[in-house]
């Protein structure tokens, strides 16, 4: 395992997952540590996934903190002393492999995702199963997420839904009555109408 090739991201949630298990007291860092801080992500792709591949979230989240829970508290000397567990390894190994085979330079955060799914024999993949999701729905998730792109670079997944995150939409907010209404604006919104008609100018839409 090449920790060169991970995207930065997910460089990150490890670091962040060390943290989480150092806090804990716990000396073996597993994938439920990892797993734990990405669905805590505020960006939220991993959540994002599992909802997408038919998951309940907030059930994912309940069964992450319960297998958290049963890990053994370690004190005293040594104790700040984490040391990655063969589980965690073994998922970040399929995930590599995952993303080879995909044509993928670097791994991204759904291949170690689809990882823990599909590693039926770790505790983690009960995460997926009490919250609905199996190994081919998020299989199909992260296919309809990725478009056909690659992950050639550390930063690939900034790339994800760059819509949803930099604008708005506001066609779907018209839809859900979540907008104002435009009222003695007739001569600016001409105006605009006809600035974004013109065949000669940047037309933003």
Do not use: C, W
């Not at 805590?40 to 996934?49: K, V």
């Not at 508290?73 to 984490?82: F, L, P, Y």
């Not at 009960?126 to 992260?142: W, Y």
């Amino acid at each position: 395992m090449n920790l060169d090739k991970f995207t930065d991201r997910v460089k990150g949630f490890l670091q962040s997952a060390q943290t989480l298990a150092q806090n804990s007291n716990h000396q073996r860092l597993l994938p439920e540590h990892l797993l734990k801080v990405f669905l805590s992500d505020p960006q939220g792709l991993a959540a994002n996934l599992i909802e997408s591949a038919g998951g309940n979230i907030q059930l994912a989240q309940v069964e992450v903190e319960s297998l958290l829970s049963k890990v053994p508290q370690v004190q005293g000397s040594g104790a700040e002393q984490i040391y990655m567990t063969p589980d965690l390894s073994k998922v970040l190994q399929a995930a590599e492999k995952a993303a080879t085979k995909a044509g993928d330079s670097f791994v991204t955060l759904e291949y170690i995702l689809l990882a823990m799914a599909l590693e039926s024999t770790l505790a983690v993949s009960k995460v997926f199963k009490a919250a609905g999701v199996t190994a081919q729905t998020l299989n199909t998730a992260i296919q309809n997420l990725r478009k056909g792109r690659e992950a050639h670079s550390s930063s690939s997944e900034d790339t994800y839904d760059a819509l949803k995150k930099y604008a708005r939409d506001l066609t779907q907010a018209a839809r859900d009555n979540k907008l104002d209404p435009v009222i003695g604006r007739d001569e600016e919104i001409r105006r605009t109408i006809q600035v974004l008609a013109r065949r000669t100018k940047n037309n933003p839409v």
